[in-house]
């Protein structure tokens, strides 16, 4: 009678244990774009270029900010902005992160940051080395597009 007194527990401990491992190895702990409104990591390269978030679906900043093009060039680095470069620049680099960047008309833009949607007017070239960003064009696509990141977009405006 000691045996399955020690022995009962023991068992029951043991599917308890078994039934709550098997349970929490089906979860996933990353977030998705459904439950935080930013696209999860992703290891690959996904089998199909993700879509475009609709306009009424873009959080927009509350904070706002306005860019210059000096010397031929400007850096937008102003994170959880909305940032506009009002006409032409030669060269735009966007390194902020969680932004939203209005420009006009550029030869080469460069995309660093990441979660970040850039609308463009017409560019020549365009090269995108962060993550999980939109670069929607006005004018004919860029002869030039380089996407080194992940989970990004580059698309002519009002397109899906």
């Known amino acids: 009678m000691r045996t399955n007194r020690i022995l009962v527990p023991a068992i029951t401990a043991a599917a308890l244990i078994t039934m709550l491992a098997g349970c929490s190895a089906g ?3 990353t977030a998705t ?23 009424d679906e873009v959080r927009t900043p509350e904070t706002k900010a306005d860019a210059t093009c000096t010397d031929g060039s400007a850096v937008i680095d102003q994170s959880g902005t909305e940032v506009t470069l009002k ?27 990441s979660l970040t949607r ?16 939109d670069v929607l064009f006005a004018g004919d696509k860029p002869a030039k597009v380089s996407d080194e990141g992940e989970q990004n977009v580059t698309q002519q405006q009002g397109k899906k």
């Open 87 to 113: 006409g032409a620049c030669p060269k735009v680099t966007v390194s902020a992160n969680d932004a939203i960047v209005h420009l006009g008309d550029v030869d080469e833009l460069i995309v660093e940051g």
């Open 33 to 55: 774009k459904a439950d935080t409104g930013k696209p999860s990591a992703s290891a690959s390269k996904p089998s199909s270029a993700p879509s475009v978030l609709p306009d």
């Open 118 to 133: 850039v609308t463009v007017g017409k560019a020549k070239s365009v090269s995108i080395v962060g993550n999980a960003n």
């Open 27 to 29: 979860e996933s702990t």
